[in-house]
């Protein structure tokens, strides 16, 4: 007999903090096995955010630098301008990444930075303890929205996926899902091609993880995956945004 | 043939591997209680295993390996 | 003698900054030190390994030499006191993650949007935090184009030297003048920095650069061994000037522009018997506690000169415990101290001290 699944080399052997079924060990561990397929744990740099994620410096065994909220794609730009051999990634939230981080985000896409962006989106901010994000539902209740998202007051959300493929510069923009075997490994494939488009010198990659948040959703983690499928994609369709790769076979 | 083992130490009792598994072989053992204070994810009947990794595909904390 | 080139201020910077191997530079734009910025836009593509960024903002900017700080690389950004503000949380994080990085700010008038003439007003923001926590930075004060150029070399030394951010604190007028300057020789960095990112290799454990210890005992632990470098920097990095103090019975303190116009002043004040010296800070942190002190054994008065409502004056009266008496003498808005506003503020010093006008 061989082993045919078992815990990626480039996690640590420390156990994560995460809420049971909170999805971000999935993707933490679809990380890690790209890192590994791709063997590049040895010169990968991992820029952790502020939010559950904060820890992601103890879970992965590359270098790794933690950045100040919504930064993270600045200081990849300085790591990757600086050490552009090196693999650089990002792993961001919604808040991180679409609200106190948006101009980072919309710049490091629009100068088709070389690097690799991982969007979790639950639509919550978890670690403070459920307030509304960007990315939070039409009527969705959370702790800033009590009452029901009010999309006249609290603006709609923002489909990050859409808004940056309307740049020329990004190179490859996927939205993806961790809510069922299929979508696990639909996105596994999306975050190696993310990490490989970088290595091969090719720009900006971002993958949007639709993801959950069962403790503030106040959902077992059986109905939160079920309210991905229901709500969330249906919200953020899954697909590939921006494929420059693509388009430039097409030409 | 096919083998699944469990870390039962650090499972959450997320549950999430009974949910995928096709054969629905896997439960959350009510008996027991793990060092982290959960039920954690157990077998049930090993020989209906296909060895499909559904299971350690949903377990976000790599309690499961599996072998073929 | 080494050869000397006409060269402004903001100028004077990039190109010690480039001399002492600082290959990365991100700016944004801001009145008066876009001539630092654009001269790196020009210098830095055309040298191997140069990176030039103009960031989408001065927190990306910031937050850009954090990220090639931390891989031990040298890095600086340059902005002016609305951008620095800016900047406080990412030199936060780039003082408790213990990283090197040279912060350039060419003060303007203030507070708010301000004015876009000199001024001395973020000696506060410099010194005493302006980002959140304990933390310190080690501040240095040029007064000449060559000392822009000097201390921006100093600057990158101390910075790798003590694992700890510097600030080159200029104001607007040392940034616009233009003066004679003997550059200094390239040098590099010659510290061993096993803490840096580069990537494992699969040779070593992972570093981690971070700043985040949510155990209190942990934090308040590197709290204090931070400190203790502090001291040590207390110890052996204060830099001043002591000019004519060996006879003054007065005394100025002041530093950039002021130090400038206050050596005028004293000119002028020796000539009618006044016997004024002046001790000028070239670094601000650590302060030139123990000059000040003993300057108060021996003077009867500090007349501090500055471009702000009076901030150095009170590390002046901290430093001198009370002995003297201190007086400000002051222009804000970016208006600069002249020589006969700071000969009448030290005879009003005169008078008070000793009664009647000498």
């Given at each position: 007999?061989?082993?045919?699944?078992?815990?990626?080399?480039?996690?640590?052997?420390?156990?994560?903090?995460?809420?049971?079924?909170?999805?971000?060990?999935?993707?933490?561990?679809?990380?890690?096995?790209?890192?590994?397929?791709?063997?590049?744990?040895?010169?990968?740099?991992?820029?952790?955010?502020?939010?559950?994620?904060?820890?992601?410096?103890?879970?992965?065994?590359?270098?790794?630098?933690?950045?100040?909220?919504?930064?993270?794609?600045?200081?990849?730009?300085?790591?990757?301008?600086?050490?552009?051999?090196?693999?650089?990634?990002?792993?961001?939230?919604?808040?991180?990444?679409?609200?106190?981080?948006?101009?980072?985000?919309?710049?490091?896409?629009?100068?088709?930075?070389?690097?690799?962006?991982?969007?979790?989106?639950?639509?919550?901010?978890?670690?403070?303890?459920?307030?509304?994000?960007?990315?939070?539902?039409?009527?969705?209740?959370?702790?800033?929205?009590?009452?029901?998202?009010?999309?006249?007051?609290?603006?709609?959300?923002?489909?990050?996926?859409?808004?940056?493929?309307?740049?020329?510069?990004?190179?490859?923009?996927?939205?993806?899902?961790?809510?069922?075997?299929?979508?696990?490994?639909?996105?596994?494939?999306?975050?190696?091609?993310?990490?490989?488009?970088?290595?091969?010198?090719?720009?900006?990659?971002?993958?949007?993880?639709?993801?959950?948040?069962?403790?503030?959703?106040?959902?077992?983690?059986?109905?939160?995956?079920?309210?991905?499928?229901?709500?969330?994609?249906?919200?953020?369709?899954?697909?590939?945004?921006?494929?420059?790769?693509?388009?430039?076979?097409?030409? | 043939?096919?083998?699944?083992?469990?870390?039962?130490?650090?499972?959450?009792?997320?549950?999430?591997?009974?949910?995928?598994?096709?054969?629905?072989?896997?439960?959350?053992?009510?008996?027991?209680?793990?060092?982290?204070?959960?039920?954690?994810?157990?077998?049930?009947?090993?020989?209906?295993?296909?060895?499909?990794?559904?299971?350690?595909?949903?377990?976000?904390?790599?309690?499961?390996?599996?072998?073929? | 003698?080494?050869?000397?080139?006409?060269?402004?201020?903001?100028?004077?910077?990039?190109?010690?900054?480039?001399?002492?191997?600082?290959?990365?530079?991100?700016?944004?734009?801001?009145?008066?030190?876009?001539?630092?910025?654009?001269?790196?836009?020009?210098?830095?593509?055309?040298?191997?390994?140069?990176?030039?960024?103009?960031?989408?903002?001065?927190?990306?900017?910031?937050?850009?030499?954090?990220?090639?700080?931390?891989?031990?690389?040298?890095?600086?950004?340059?902005?002016?006191?609305?951008?620095?503000?800016?900047?406080?949380?990412?030199?936060?994080?780039?003082?408790?993650?213990?990283?090197?990085?040279?912060?350039?700010?060419?003060?303007?008038?203030?507070?708010?949007?301000?004015?876009?003439?000199?001024?001395?007003?973020?000696?506060?923001?410099?010194?005493?935090?302006?980002?959140?926590?304990?933390?310190?930075?080690?501040?240095?004060?040029?007064?000449?184009?060559?000392?822009?150029?000097?201390?921006?070399?100093?600057?990158?030394?101390?910075?790798?030297?003590?694992?700890?951010?510097?600030?080159?604190?200029?104001?607007?007028?040392?940034?616009?003048?233009?003066?004679?300057?003997?550059?200094?020789?390239?040098?590099?960095?010659?510290?061993?920095?096993?803490?840096?990112?580069?990537?494992?290799?699969?040779?070593?454990?992972?570093?981690?650069?971070?700043?985040?210890?949510?155990?209190?005992?942990?934090?308040?632990?590197?709290?204090?061994?931070?400190?203790?470098?502090?001291?040590?920097?207390?110890?052996?990095?204060?830099?001043f000037e002591s000019y004519l103090m060996d006879d003054a019975e007065y005394c100025i303190v002041?530093?950039?522009?002021?130090?400038?116009?206050a050596?005028?002043?004293i000119?002028?004040m020796r000539?009618?018997g006044l016997k004024v010296g002046l001790i000028r800070p070239?670094?601000?942190?650590?302060?030139p506690k123990k000059a000040i002190r003993e300057a108060a054994d021996k003077v009867k008065g500090f007349v501090c000169?500055?471009?702000?409502?009076?901030?150095?004056?009170?590390?002046v009266r901290?430093a001198e415990e009370c002995l003297r008496p201190v007086m400000?003498?002051?222009?804000?808005?970016?208006?600069?101290?002249?020589?006969?506003?700071?000969?009448?503020?030290t005879?009003?010093l005169v008078?008070?001290v000793e009664?009647?006008?000498r």
């Amino acid at each position: 007999m061989a082993i045919v699944f078992q815990k990626p080399k480039s996690l640590t052997s420390k156990e994560l903090h995460y809420c049971p079924g909170c999805p971000h060990g999935i993707i933490h561990r679809l990380v890690a096995q790209a890192i590994d397929s791709l063997g590049i744990e040895g010169k990968t740099i991992g820029v952790a955010p502020v939010g559950c994620a904060v820890m992601a410096y103890d879970y992965f065994s590359c270098d790794m630098v933690e950045a100040a909220h919504g930064r993270a794609p600045a200081v990849a730009t300085g790591l990757k301008r600086s050490l552009p051999e090196n693999v650089i990634f990002t792993y961001q939230g919604d808040g991180d990444l679409a609200s106190i981080g948006m101009a980072e985000t919309v710049h490091a896409a629009t100068r088709n930075e070389n690097i690799t962006i991982i969007f979790v989106n639950n639509a919550i901010y978890g670690m403070t303890g459920g307030q509304m994000a960007p990315t939070s539902l039409p009527g969705q209740v959370t702790q800033t929205s009590p009452y029901g998202r009010d999309v006249k007051l609290q603006g709609y959300p923002i489909r990050v996926c859409e808004m940056l493929s309307a740049l020329d510069a990004p190179y490859y923009i996927e939205r993806v899902a961790v809510n069922n075997v299929k979508n696990v490994n639909q996105a596994k494939k999306a975050i190696e091609k993310a990490f490989r488009n970088q290595i091969e010198g090719k720009g900006f990659s971002l993958i949007e993880v639709v993801s959950a948040c069962p403790t503030n959703w106040g959902m077992t983690p059986q109905r939160a995956l079920q309210w991905v499928e229901e709500k969330m994609i249906p919200y953020y369709p899954l697909g590939v945004y921006k494929d420059r790769g693509a388009e430039e076979v097409k030409a | 043939m096919a083998k699944v083992t469990f870390n039962e130490d650090i499972c959450k009792g997320c549950g999430l591997c009974v949910d995928a598994c096709p054969k629905q072989i896997l439960k959350l053992d009510r008996s027991k209680i793990n060092r982290k204070g959960h039920n954690p994810a157990v077998m049930t009947d090993q020989a209906k295993c296909i060895g499909c990794a559904f299971c350690a595909t949903m377990c976000p904390d790599c309690v499961i390996t599996v072998e073929k | 003698m080494a050869e000397k080139v006409l060269m402004k201020g903001n100028e004077a910077i990039a190109e010690a900054a480039l001399r002492a191997g600082c290959l990365h530079y991100f700016g944004y734009p801001i009145t008066p030190q876009t001539e630092l910025t654009a001269y790196m836009a020009k210098r830095l593509p055309k040298t191997e390994g140069g990176v030039f960024l103009q960031a989408e903002s001065e927190i990306a900017a910031i937050n850009m030499v954090y990220g090639v700080a931390s891989t031990g690389k040298r890095v600086m950004t340059s902005s002016s006191s609305p951008g620095v503000s800016l900047k406080q949380e990412g030199i936060s994080y780039i003082a408790g993650a213990d990283l090197p990085a040279v912060i350039v700010n060419v003060q303007r008038g203030g507070p708010g949007l301000g004015g876009i003439q000199p001024s001395q007003s973020d000696y506060f923001q410099a010194t005493k935090g302006g980002g959140h926590g304990d933390y310190h930075l080690i501040v240095l004060t040029p007064s000449s184009v060559q000392e822009m150029a000097d201390l921006t070399s100093l600057a990158f030394d101390l910075a790798d030297k003590y694992r700890c951010p510097a600030m080159l604190l200029a104001d607007g007028t040392m940034g616009q003048m233009m003066e004679p300057v003997a550059l200094p020789e390239p040098h590099k960095s010659v510290i061993d920095k096993p803490w840096a990112v580069t990537g494992t290799q699969m040779k070593r454990e992972h570093n981690i650069i971070n700043s985040l210890y949510l155990s209190p005992e942990v934090l308040e632990k590197t709290n204090f061994q931070r400190f203790e470098r502090y001291a040590e920097i207390e110890k052996n990095e204060v830099r001043f000037e002591s000019y004519l103090m060996d006879d003054a019975e007065y005394c100025i303190v002041a530093f950039g522009i002021a130090a400038r116009v206050a050596k005028n002043a004293i000119t002028a004040m020796r000539k009618e018997g006044l016997k004024v010296g002046l001790i000028r800070p070239i670094t601000v942190w650590p302060f030139p506690k123990k000059a000040i002190r003993e300057a108060a054994d021996k003077v009867k008065g500090f007349v501090c000169v500055e471009l702000s409502m009076g901030q150095m004056i009170e590390d002046v009266r901290l430093a001198e415990e009370c002995l003297r008496p201190v007086m400000l003498c002051n222009r804000a808005g970016g208006m600069i101290p002249g020589v006969d506003q700071i000969v009448s503020m030290t005879r009003s010093l005169v008078s008070s001290v000793e009664g009647g006008a000498r």
